[in-house]
């Protein structure tokens, strides 16, 4: 059973940096998808970031070139580092895991609430 958990999130002045975390507990025994989402009010739920079961990262349109996705192996945390945020990168943040991209997502955190204020 794997289970995730975020931190990080809070609230932050336009253009700074935030940092998010996910902690990870659960035996990881084969290759997997890794993905953060979001969610704001009266929006769709998006995935931001990816990282695939065969670690190839994507990102979202609208977060290219400010965010990035990694992943420490040592002790399985995933990070998404923010920087130059916008007002409508305001959401509650989640990661999630499947075993594929393409497939659904089983595993997921309890999200962590990133405000950007302007």
């Known amino acids: 059973q794997v289970q995730l958990q975020e931190s990080g999130g809070g609230s932050v002045q336009a253009g700074g940096p935030l940092r998010l975390s996910c902690a990870s507990s659960g035996y990881i025994y084969t290759r997997y998808c890794r993905a953060w989402f979001r969610q704001a009010p009266g929006k769709e739920r998006e995935r931001v970031a990816a990282i695939d079961e065969g670690d190839t990262i994507s990102y979202a349109d609208s977060v290219k070139g400010r965010f990035t996705i990694s992943l420490h192996n040592a002790n399985n945390t995933l990070y998404l580092q923010m920087d130059s945020l916008k007002p409508e990168d305001t959401a509650m943040y989640y990661c999630?895991?499947?075993?594929?991209?393409?497939?659904?997502?089983?595993?997921w955190g309890q999200g962590t609430q990133v405000t950007v204020s302007s």
């Open positions: 999630a895991a499947a075993r594929f991209c393409a497939a659904g997502y089983f595993h």
